[in-house]
């Protein structure tokens, strides 16, 4: 019944391809359960405490990924994963509390800033469902040309692949040319990431199953090699010297410290959010930014990681409603529990690489993010160490290239624009703004070439509204 239900038969695949490639994807975003309660506190981001609870935060983050992976594998039936939202939730706590906190202080009653801020991701999310369920999401992912489409791909693998060289400390901020090589090439993050790299693409090209994972394995091993027996044996002058010192091995890895732990209670974000205040003024432009930027993210995420699957059938995406019906009940729950907004993972593509290809895996995911809550030991040691990760991520993404060869290449019309969302995608660091280039210039382009019949009418009226979001919403938000 359940090969049946996931069409098994139609895509090629088993349980096992299907539970495999969920645990990779799950692996390659499980920093989200630790990084995610750093964010929302201000820990990660080096701001004053927000007032949010660090444990119920981890929860939240648990709880509201399964549901909305669960959502998405059994509902769209899709291999993508959700979970809160990286960007979303450092513009959360930099941008939007500074906001909350003047309502929040008219209010009065002891209400937070925080509290403020899940109502209005809360009110975002919302509004994202009544768009999904009006069709108007389908009919954005309907409207996209091929070449773009392929160009979101090939942004979203080069975004996937830049974080991961970020992750592995590979690549470094410079201030003369903003990124740099990182010249400590002697640091053990380095050899983690290389050996973690070396092995899954020489696994991958033996064609091994499950190479993704067991290069995260092979990082992690590595890890734990440096960490307790190479470098604590090394000459004080050797272990002492800065690329070792100063590496995120010796500072972040340490081994866990137990296998199974209690989950720490939800209750002090659970259904915090205070909606009145989230309706003052000042927080409307809120509301819509969290919008558009969890619209754009989805809709890249979905465009690639499906093509990339070969999931797209002519220019639909097939489920697509249940696709973004899901996507907006997990960013009204994760509101509910106490996070930021939950969307669709770009890391699900990892899954993807290794063959899964209906909706178990993200179900997979779902199961594990639970799990996840009773074995947190583990998934700390594991996602609170980037470096481990990050080889997964470079692999992916040099996966992704492939769409190169769907770009129409002898017509301008759509080169431009296609190569406008790769290269904007990365450069930004952000898919959302990646795809308004895009879409911005795509009818343009179309346009002065003579070719804007070949548009449809939706481009038109998106490039209109993402200039007068940007020129009029954005710019004054700061980003």
């Known amino acids: 019944m359940i090969s049946r239900y996931f069409e098994f038969a139609r895509h090629g695949t088993n349980y096992r391809t299907e539970l495999l490639a969920g645990l ?117 992912l309907e409207a996209v040309s091929p070449s773009l489409r392929a160009g979101i791909t090939i942004g979203i693998g080069l975004f996937i692949a830049f974080i991961g060289l970020q992750n592995a400390r590979l690549v470094i901020a410079s201030q003369g040319t903003m990124v740099t090589m990182n010249p400590q090439v002697a640091s053990p993050d380095l050899v983690v990431f290389l050996v973690g790299l070396l092995a899954t693409a020489g696994m991958m090209a033996a064609r091994v199953r499950g190479s993704i994972l067991w290069g995260i394995v092979a990082a992690t091993a590595t890890a734990v090699l440096l960490r307790y027996v190479i470098v604590p044996v090394l000459p004080a002058w050797i272990s002492g010297a800065e690329p070792i010192a100063r590496s995120e091995l010796m500072a972040s890895f340490h081994l866990a410290k137990g296998i199974v732990a209690a989950p720490p209670s939800i209750m002090p974000t659970l259904w ?39 999931l797209m059938v002519g220019n639909e995406l097939p489920r697509a409603r249940q696709a973004l019906v899901s996507d907006a009940v997990g960013a009204v729950a994760g509101a509910a529990m106490g996070t930021s907004t939950v969307t669709s993972y770009v890391e699900s593509a990892a899954g993807v690489e290794e063959g899964g290809r209906t909706g178990l895996t993200a179900v997979t995911v779902a199961g594990l993010f639970l799990l996840a809550l009773f074995f947190s030991p583990l998934v700390e040691m594991i996602g609170s160490y980037r470096a481990i990760t990050a080889p997964a991520l470079v692999v992916v993404g040099s996966m992704m290239m492939h769409s190169v060869t769907r770009i129409e290449w002898n017509n301008y019309a759509e080169v431009m624009p296609a190569f406008l969302v790769m290269i904007g995608i990365p450069m930004t660091f952000s898919i959302g703004d990646g795809l308004a280039l895009g879409f911005i210039s795509y009818p343009i382009v179309k346009l002065i070439a003579g070719q804007g019949r070949s548009v449809k009418w939706l481009m038109y009226i998106m490039a209109v509204v993402l200039v007068l979001y940007f020129a009029a919403v954005r710019a004054r938000i700061g980003g």
């Open 24 to 140: 990779t994807t799950f692996l390659t975003m499980a920093y989200i359960i630790v990084v995610q309660p750093g964010v929302l506190t201000g820990r990660f981001l080096g701001v004053d405490d927000t007032g949010m609870d660090f444990g119920a935060v981890m929860t939240a983050t648990c709880l509201s990924a399964a549901l909305a992976s669960a959502l998405m594998g059994l509902y769209a039936r899709l291999p993508v994963a959700q979970a809160p939202g990286m960007g979303q939730n450092a513009f959360f706590v930099l941008s939007c509390l500074p906001a909350a906190a003047a309502v929040a202080q008219a209010r009065g009653g002891g209400i937070e800033a925080w509290q403020v801020g899940l109502g209005v991701v809360f009110y975002s999310g919302i509004l994202f469902l009544v768009i999904s369920m009006l069709g108007i999401r389908r009919m954005l």
């Open 272 to 310: 915090k959010m205070d909606l009145v205040g989230a309706l003052a003024w000042p927080m409307i432009p809120f509301i819509l930014i969290f919008l558009f930027m969890v619209l754009f993210d989805t809709l890249g995420t979905l465009l690639g990681v499906c093509e990339r699957a070969g």
